[in-house]
Nanobody, 122 residues
């Protein structure tokens, strides 16, 4: 599976962005997808995930109510809608996928996108 992340940018606090993760190579509908992020000098952390059938989602506490993950299996794409962005959301965002149910651990994901930079100014 190949993943292509896009949609990052420089925004002000309170603005919104929508990240996209486009997949190719295999039957995407059997793969769960997660978004992780990594800020400079910090470890990569889990942000959100959606199960392979799209019915179950899970979020890091600090983004609940602000971020929404969704998927369109017909387009082999997963989205991360980010609203009310805060400076602490600044990071490089990565999408990752694994076959079967989602997992919060980054090491359980076999395939990764290249990352897209999100910068939120105060």
């Amino acid at each position: 599976v190949q993943l292509q992340a896009s949609g990052g940018g420089l925004v002000q606090a309170g603005d919104s962005l929508r990240l996209s993760c486009a997949a190719s190579g295999r039957v995407f509908s059997t793969y769960s997808v997660a978004w992780f992020r990594q800020a400079p000098g910090k470890e990569r952390e889990f942000v959100a995930a959606i199960n392979y059938y799209g019915g179950t989602t899970y979020y890091k506490d600090s983004v609940k109510g602000r971020f929404a993950i969704s998927r369109d299996n017909a387009k082999n794409t997963v989205y991360l809608q980010m609203n009310s962005l805060k400076p602490e959301d600044t990071a490089t965002y990565y999408c990752a996928t694994r076959e079967g149910p989602y997992n919060l651990g980054s090491r359980t994901y076999s395939y990764w996108g290249q990352g897209t930079q999100v910068t939120v100014s105060s």
